[in-house]
């Protein structure tokens, strides 16, 4: 039965992830365990890519090979490997089952298979239960018959994929591709998501300036390097170039280089970051923080596509794609006066939204997956996950800080576990107390009128004035963590000027460096 259902997924086009997620589950019903995963190599991880029986979040971690004996086992065997119940090798699925208040079930039989396609080593197929015995010598024999189905089913959705590229594909020549490395990985599953990289991959090969805009935390450097990677420049360099550092007496010389002698500490001729890039990307983050000053010089160097170092005579050719990230409204600033229309305009001939991560359905149990797994890795514990009700949480809240936000939240509360006394070799799982998420993710409540029936009024807490400025220790405190302690980021969250913020931050006893710095 189970054989007439997968060749029949052979002979229809179908999605790779529906083809992977429907073999999965075909095999876990075959073989009647608890969960199978369709794991593909990628260096020196595995990745997987289907799954059934497991925690949604697992489709976000990525095993490391050197740290998963048992994954290494069976990548190494053209054989079917079977572990016992009494190996003392971890396994990467422990506490990860998902069974209805399992959050603390260990696997006590598992086996896999490596997968092998056009003869080099592609993945790994895996099958777990939580019953000692389930996977018996006959079992690893059907085992090996069945892989063969799984591998053609993995080569007819290469195929069908370079197809799909061959007939999207342009005249001109494709370009040779970089790999992404592993922290260059985008992760999620959602309609918003597969539709951004798509409108991505497809802008890359344009040559069109791209101005990625979204909030604070949505990985827009990830973006920046996905297209770089997928132009025809992928092979030139990617040049990163944070404005918000910029000094403005030395933004310049930091764009454009310039000549021994051309400023006091010029000590030497120095190119700048556009002649860096020559041939390949300038990534301007947090373009939105420029100087006018210099705003009016970049526009110059975009228009002309020439670049003159401070204390030279004649300029220079480059030929540089421009992509360009804030998580400012550009629009706005230009009506405020704060940024050049024309220079607004050259940058976003093609400007792409990257949604904040409340508005990509479900993708956040799949990126939390990923950072469970790197802070497993960083801690050196048996296993990491969420228990059910952290996982509820995780949805729900609407992470104002996006992905950063999520990362740090994962980490934060994998200590907190391990400093509350969980064992390094337990299954440790991390409840919604430790995410401390639930206050940012409740709705709001109704306001309501002072002196309405609904609510009597709250009594003061305090003279006025301590109240005022508890208010605003609290606002400024919040500010600064949400932009992640960047001053000028809060102040025009506050909507204050950034020096009338630090004479407020050192009145209130916030101390800060740049505080302590201005007049009293």
């Not at 740290?67 to 396994?91: G, K, M, N, T, Y």
């Not at 421009?322 to 550009?330: S, Y």
Request: neutral net charge; aromatic residues 4%.
């Amino acid at each position: 039965m189970i054989l007439d259902s997968l060749l029949a997924d052979l002979i229809n086009e179908l999605p790779h992830a529906v083809r992977f997620q429907r073999l999965v589950r075909a095999l876990r019903q075959h073989f009647r365990c608890d969960a199978a995963c369709l794991l593909r190599l990628d260096s020196e991880s595995l990745r997987p890519v289907a799954a059934e029986g497991l925690v949604r979040e697992a489709l976000g971690r990525r095993f490391l090979l050197e740290r998963h004996p048992r994954l290494a086992a069976i990548l190494a065997s053209r054989q079917p490997v079977r572990f016992e119940a009494c190996d003392p090798r971890p396994d990467p699925y422990e506490g990860l089952v998902d069974m209805p208040g399992g959050s603390g079930l260990q696997v006590h039989d598992c086996m896999g298979v490596s997968l092998h396609v056009e003869g080099r080593p592609w993945g790994a197929l895996t099958l777990d239960a939580l019953a000692p015995g389930t996977f018996d010598a006959a079992a690893r024999q059907e085992l090996q018959r069945r892989s063969l189905v799984v591998e053609a089913a993995v080569r007819v959705s290469l195929l069908e994929q370079r197809a799909r590229s061959e007939r999207q594909a342009q005249a001109t020549q494709p370009a040779q591709g970089l790999a992404p490395a592993a922290d260059d990985e985008i992760l999620g599953h959602s309609a918003a998501m597969r539709q951004l990289l798509r409108e991505i991959d497809v802008v890359a090969d344009s040559e069109l300036p791209v101005l990625l805009l979204g909030e604070t935390g949505v990985g827009k450097e990830l973006f920046a390097r996905r297209l770089h990677r997928s132009s025809r420049r992928s092979a030139r360099p990617l040049v990163h170039v944070n404005c918000a550092a910029l000094p403005e007496s030395l933004a310049e010389s930091e764009l454009f280089g310039h000549m021994k002698g051309a400023f006091s500490g010029a000590t030497a001729e120095r190119a700048g970051r556009f002649e860096a890039a020559h041939g390949g990307t300038l990534f301007l983050d947090e373009v939105g923080e420029l100087p006018l000053a210099v705003q009016a010089k970049l526009l110059r160097a975009l228009q002309s596509g020439e670049v003159q170092r401070l204390g030279a005579d004649q300029p220079r050719r480059v030929d540089v794609r421009v992509i360009a990230a804030t998580n400012r409204d550009l629009g706005a600033c230009v009506h405020e006066g704060h940024f050049r229309a024309d220079l607004y305009h050259r940058l976003s001939v093609y400007p792409v939204h990257i949604p904040p991560l409340r508005e990509r359905e479900g993708d956040a149990l799949t990126i939390a997956g990923h950072f469970l797994e790197l802070n497993r890795t960083r801690l050196g514990l048996r296993a990491l996950r969420l228990a059910p009700e952290a996982e509820a949480a995780v949805l729900s809240y609407r992470w104002p800080g996006n992905v950063r936000e999520l990362e740090h939240a994962i980490s934060r509360a994998a200590v907190k576990a391990l400093s509350r006394g969980a064992g390094r070799g337990e299954i440790v799982s991390l409840g919604v107390e430790l995410l401390d998420i639930e206050r940012g993710g409740a709705a709001p409540e109704p306001a309501v009128a002072a002196g309405s029936p609904g609510r009597p009024p709250a009594a003061p807490a305090g003279p006025l004035k301590e109240l005022v400025e508890r208010t605003q220790r609290d606002a400024i405190a919040s500010a600064l963590s949400l932009h992640h302690g960047n001053w000028a980021a809060a102040a025009r969250a506050l909507e204050l000027d950034a020096s009338n913020l630090h004479k407020l931050a050192r009145r209130l006893g916030l101390k800060t460096a740049a505080a302590e710095a201005l007049p009293a």
